[in-house]
T-cell receptor, first 117, second 111 residues
Framework: GAVVSQHPSWVICKSGTSVKIECRSLDFQATTMFWYRQFPKQSLMLMATSNEGSKATYEQGVEKDKFLINHASLTLSTLTVTSAHPEDSSFYIC?????????????FGSGTRLTVV | LAKTTQPISMDSYEGQEVNITCSHN???????ITWYQQFPSQGPRFIIQ???TKVTNEVASLFIPADRKSSTLSLPRVSLSDTAVYYC????????????FGKGTTLSVSS
């Protein structure tokens, strides 16, 4: 089945630094990828839709200058958290859908636990 | 997208059948019903999807009444490893659209 790989699985960074998270579709091409954020004991919240070769679409309330998304190829999308602060500490998850599938085709990465100290 | 309502939490014991019901009164004609499972610190995993009547796979069954305003995920003979959050999602899932998650149901299975 379709596999989405996310890296790193966890990262600790200092306040004010930037962190990059990678999301790769391993066995299919994904023109669109999705980024979610999940706080403890809460549901997944959609942050943005990443489009290959064009600008990402951000959900209301998500700062596009803080959460930089780059989708430079059909198999790779990256999320960069710039000038990270403790309140950015969260679980970040990416998702993509294999072509020609319905909801069953949405595959999620294993997530990245970001801790800002 | 149709809004869904699920119980916040459920408790069960090993070996029991667990039924989680989801309400989606505003479901549209083109919408499918999909259930995902999420373990702590992992991404969600697809369980089952259906449009109407009953769907069964190796891990669960999905029951959808004729009016499609609700659905029930049935997990037969749960084990401790079924402890997770279960999400019910409704949508047409057109290409390029994201899945929108509700609050989900936290299932706790005890021995």
């Amino acid at each position: 089945g379709a596999v989405v790989s996310q890296h790193p699985s966890w990262v600790i960074c200092k306040s004010g630094t930037s962190v990059k998270i990678e999301c790769r579709s391993l066995d299919f091409q994904a023109t669109t990828m999705f980024w979610y954020r999940q706080f403890p004991k809460q549901s997944l919240m959609l942050m943005a839709t990443s489009n290959e070769g064009s600008k990402a679409t951000y959900e209301q309330g998500v700062e596009k200058d803080k959460f930089l998304i780059n989708h430079a190829s059909l198999t790779l999308s990256t999320l960069t958290v710039t000038s990270a602060h403790p309140e950015d500490s969260s679980f970040y998850i990416c998702s993509a859908r294999a072509p020609g599938t319905r909801a069953a085709g949405y595959t999620f990465g294993s997530g990245t636990r970001l801790t800002v100290v | 997208l149709a809004k869904t309502t699920q119980p916040i939490s459920m408790d069960s014991y090993e070996g029991q059948e667990v039924n989680i019901t989801c309400s989606h009164n505003n479901i549209a004609t083109n919408d499918y019903i999909t259930w995902y499972q999420q373990f702590p610190s992992q991404g969600p995993r697809f369980i089952i999807q259906g449009y109407k009547t009953k769907v069964t796979n190796e891990v669960a069954s999905l029951f959808i009444p004729a009016d499609r305003k609700s659905s029930t995920l049935s997990l037969p003979r749960v084990s401790l490893s079924d402890t997770a959050v279960y999400y019910c999602l409704v949508g047409s899932n057109q290409a390029g659209t994201a899945l929108i998650f509700g609050k989900g149901t936290t299932l706790s299975v005890s021995s």
